[in-house]
């Protein structure tokens, strides 16, 4: 498992809650929001649904920082939430995963150890990459986050297929156009 980097679980995990609530056809129910922790590499086993409300609310407070113009406004999304989040970064080798670092408590539920560590691999992110790879989807009918995890670093789309969507409709325009 790739733990920091643009290809980290959790910058994933931050892309997939905040598409799961924060857009039209979003599936934020107990049972998305535990799919999320499966598939992002969390101990899903600790979810608990009555906890389903923090984590929507956290995946709307990480939506502005998908949506900021520039590095600064980044940041400063960013520093706010790192204000309003407890850290207790320790090293842990655990489940054949290799030493790692965690960024919560031992002792912290499941919330706030997905909220310090998708907030710690954003700025981590941040820090090495800048905002270039982030962001919100460029096609004209799709409001999905990306965070792109290519070698060029220079995707625009949340999927292959909001890119070939667009990439179709910008060709047919462009046949239909005279001259």
Known sequence: ????????????????????????????????????????????QDFDPATA??????GRELRPFFEAPGLHEAVAVLNGLLERTPTHPHLADHDGLGLHMHHAPPSAKLPLRFRATTLMHLSELVCTYGVGRTGVCAAPDCDRVYADTSRAGRRRYCSETCANR????????RRRSPG
């Open 166 to 173: 667009t990439n179709v409709a910008a060709f047919r325009a």
């Open 1 to 44: 498992m790739k733990i920091t980097g643009y290809r980290s679980h959790g910058v994933a995990a931050a892309v997939a809650l905040v598409n799961a609530v924060t857009v039209a056809g979003g599936d934020g129910s107990p049972n998305a929001l535990r799919e999320i922790l499966r598939v992002h590499g969390f101990v899903w």
């Open 53 to 58: 409300d923090e984590f929507r609310a956290w």
